[in-house]
């Protein structure tokens, strides 16, 4: 690896903690000290507006829908979600955000939104673009590496379930 490189990896992994860091400092001395990091995204994933499916939100969250009911329940208890059963098919659960629910998420917003302000300012407007290009690149630059192993994780998962499936039979015949 080169200075350059080295460089560039030590600081996205810096920035990276520290975001995280700020995030959990803001929720422990602000309003909603009740509530974890994971739990202020599950409710930036639900949304301030329509209430979702399970399957929906733990899409969005990149999990599963029995890892989500965990934190449903959780936040359910602490009266910053409610689930109610769809009108049309019963088998549907939705989720919303209370009240308590969308003004922590417009919280956790308001926080993004000054964190995106304060490292915007110093620059003028052509720098500001070249800066939000960068980090447009090197979020589709994630994504793609992030498609790629849930590719490749679905495909383990698909070629275990078929040898499974093969052991099944085999056992059954």
């Known amino acids: 690896m080169n200075d350059r490189e080295q460089q560039m990896a030590e600081g996205l992994v810096s920035i990276f903690e520290k975001v995280l860091v700020a995030e959990e400092k803001s929720l422990q001395k602000g309003y909603f000290t009740k509530l974890s990091l994971a739990e202020m995204h599950t409710l930036d994933a639900i949304g301030p507006y329509d209430a979702r499916t399970m399957t929906e939100t733990a899409q969005i969250l990149g999990i599963t829908v029995g890892t989500l009911t965990v934190a449903i329940d959780r936040l359910v208890k602490?009266?910053?979600?409610?689930?109610?059963?769809?009108?049309?098919?019963?088998?549907?659960?939705?989720?919303?955000l209370t009240r308590d629910g969308k003004i922590a998420a417009r919280m956790?917003?308001?926080?993004?939104?000054?964190?995106?302000?304060?490292?915007?300012?110093?620059?003028?407007?052509?720098?500001?673009?070249?800066?939000?290009?960068?980090?447009?690149?090197?979020d589709e630059y994630l994504s793609t590496q992030v498609a790629r192993y849930d590719s490749e994780s679905q495909l383990r998962k698909t070629a275990q379930d078929v040898a499974n499936d093969v052991r099944r039979r085999k056992s059954d015949g």
């Open 78 to 96: 602490k009266g910053f979600v409610e689930r109610k059963r769809d009108e049309a098919d019963k088998r549907v659960v939705r989720i919303s």
């Open 108 to 138: 956790h917003g308001k926080f993004h939104k000054v964190l995106a302000r304060h490292i915007l300012e110093p620059y003028d407007d052509k720098e500001q673009e070249l800066l939000l290009k960068l980090v447009e690149d090197v």
